[in-house]
């Protein structure tokens, strides 16, 4: 019985945030297919053996008129099953013309929606069970994974996320660039530098006020290659970007700067710890919060990290 799964996110971390419920589904169903609007996503899970393969669309998903070309594109599938992880009834209509057993969230409850709940809430539906897992273990070949741990063996390796889809939701240059200084002056680290390859001027300006060369890029690298330093690290620091959602799915604490974003994308994991801006209050943090970042410090974190590593 094959069953897809569509996933109308064009990010990679709202995508990976869906990853524990095509887990469930395959576990149940067989390995799953995605489609999706992200075009990352398939290097992403190239290891995955529950993912039978991701297909991503980059066309047909925006005017009415596309819902019979959408449906032409789902019917080369042959599908029995689909969950449509997304409210639009566009979606629904182009499915319904070929596929008999289609789930999709209430279209009319699209406003406030917290991604979590109603994912997990389809998933369960789907298929009959309670209390469905929100998080899952990301999968990536074991070879890929001892070979970073051995180059960087015996260091307690932080990705520093300090690359992000917008500048409200970033912590800032200057902030890591403190944070990686004061924890070389007290233990014995390796930092990998998580920035995109649009997002160099970031990057530049955090290595410029490094004291020590105790780090490795990885912005000139693609997802497929720079996915084992991030499941080989020990911990997460950084603004919500998809890397966190990579880490925490790996069994690592993730320390996300909450600034812009809703407490919902992070929710689905017990290895996320969020930091919120002073005189904030975790609930009031959405899309246009747009806080300070400097109302999260750098001692702070510190504590944080320390915290979590003893």
């Given at each position: 019985m094959k069953t897809g799964v569509y996933l109308s996110y064009v990010g990679l971390g709202v995508n990976l945030m869906h990853l524990s419920y095509c887990h469930q589904i395959a576990k149940k169903n067989g390995p799953v297919t995605i489609i999706t609007l992200c075009k990352n996503l398939?290097?992403?899970l190239i290891d995955d053996p529950l993912i039978d393969k991701v297909f991503y669309i980059d066309q047909y998903h925006k005017k009415l008129i596309d819902i019979f070309n959408l449906a032409n594109v789902l019917k080369k599938f042959d599908l029995k099953n689909l969950l449509i992880f997304y409210p639009s009834i566009r979606l629904?209509?182009?499915a319904k013309l070929d596929i008999k057993n289609i789930r999709i969230y209430n279209s009319?409850?699209?406003?406030?929606?917290?991604?979590?709940?109603?994912?997990?809430?389809l998933t369960e539906d789907f298929l009959k069970i309670n209390n469905c897992p929100t998080e899952t273990i990301f999968f990536i070949n074991k070879d890929k994974l001892n070979n970073i741990k051995q180059e960087y063996k015996n260091k307690f390796k932080i990705v520093i996320g300090a690359g992000s889809s917008g500048p409200t939701t970033r912590w800032g240059a200057k902030n890591f660039s403190k944070l990686i200084n004061q924890l070389n002056k007290s233990d014995d680290y390796f930092f990998f530098l998580l920035c995109g390859p649009n997002e160099r001027q970031i990057e530049n300006e955090i290595i410029s006020n490094l004291d020590k060369e105790n780090f490795t890029t990885l912005s000139d690298k693609n997802i497929e290659n720079l996915i084992p330093y991030l499941c080989a690290s020990d911990m997460y620091v950084?603004?919500?970007?998809f890397g966190s959602h990579i880490t925490s799915q790996s069994g690592k604490k993730s320390i996300v700067m909450l600034l812009d974003a809703p407490r919902a994308y992070t929710d689905y994991s017990k290895n996320y710890h969020r930091m919120?801006?002073?005189?904030?209050?975790?609930d009031e943090i959405t899309h246009g919060t747009n806080a300070d970042p400097n109302l999260i410090t750098v001692e702070e974190v510190i504590k944080t990290i320390n915290q979590f590593r003893n």
């Open positions: 398939e290097a992403a629904y209509l182009s009319f409850k699209k406003e406030n929606l917290h991604l979590v709940k109603a994912a997990k809430k950084g603004n919500d970007s919120v801006p002073k005189g904030f209050n975790i």
